[in-house]
Nanobody, 123 residues
């Protein structure tokens, strides 16, 4: 029904930058919030950043001032610009969308995840 496809992960040196993108497609009526979460080995999944349909943002404490989330509502895409990357940013990054499905009545609200993209920060 709905797919989230991420792109942009990879290997970068400390202090470098990467940009992640995520596109949502399928039977989507509307998307409430889109965001990014990450999970490092042996750790729980944590919030990186989230953005609502009207542009309000929230960031995890560890990325404030370094990462910027943006969204294109017309294209159902969300991006994450990551600057000043640190080794502790190494993780699998997952795209998330909180959305309403189309072709359902009453409208069905579900939470969807992408397959994840690896970000490795290392010299």
């Amino acid at each position: 029904q709905v797919q989230l496809v991420e792109s942009g992960g990879g290997l970068v040196q400390p202090g470098g930058s990467l940009r992640l993108s995520c596109a949502a497609s399928g039977t989507i009526r509307s998307i409430n919030a889109m965001g990014w979460y990450r999970q490092a080995p042996g750790k729980q999944r944590e919030l990186v950043a989230v953005i609502t349909s009207d542009g309000r943002t929230n960031y995890g404490d560890s990325v404030k001032g370094r990462f910027t989330i943006s969204r294109d509502n017309a294209k159902n895409t969300v991006s994450l610009q990551m600057n000043s990357l640190k080794p502790e940013d190494t993780a699998v990054y997952y795209c998330n969308a909180d959305l309403y499905l189309s072709r359902t009545y009453p409208p069905t609200r579900n939470d969807y995840w992408g397959q994840g993209t690896q970000v490795t920060v290392s010299s």
